[in-house]
């Protein structure tokens, strides 16, 4: 298991960037998946973005172009770099993990950080 805490997520204006941190601790992080997912009120949960235990990424196609992900190892940090934010991304972010097989399911990631709000004003 992994121990997930998110941070960065704020209110912004349209156009504007955010960048969020997932750090992780507990078992050896690089071996694992990380991925991002967001939640907006009434909407189920979806995928935004991984980068897998290899160090290459996979993005959804709403968010291809704008948000940027990557890893530092040593640090045991993902981080989400989030570029001309619309408000159609608001949402909780999620930062999650998952060891063996990659998935973009959110059913295949066990571990999970508590969330951070993502707000953009239009």
């Known amino acids: 298991q992994v121990q997930l805490v998110e941070s960065g997520g704020g209110l912004v204006q349209a156009g504007g960037s955010l960048r969020l941190s997932c750090k992780a601790s507990g078992r050896t992080f690089s071996n694992y998946h990380v991925a991002w997912f967001r939640q907006a009120p009434g909407k189920a949960r979806e995928f935004v973005t991984a980068v897998k235990w290899s160090g290459s990424t996979d993005y959804a196609d709403p968010v291809k172009g704008r948000f940027t992900i990557s890893r530092d190892n040593a640090k045991n940090t993902v981080s989400l770099q989030m570029n001309s934010l619309k408000p159609e991304d608001t949402a909780v972010y999620y930062c999650?993990?998952?060891?063996?097989?990659?998935?973009?399911?959110?059913?295949?990631?066990?571990?999970w950080g508590q969330g951070t709000q993502v707000t953009v004003s239009a």
């Open positions: 999650a993990a998952s060891y063996g097989i990659y998935s973009t399911s959110y059913s295949s990631y066990d571990n």
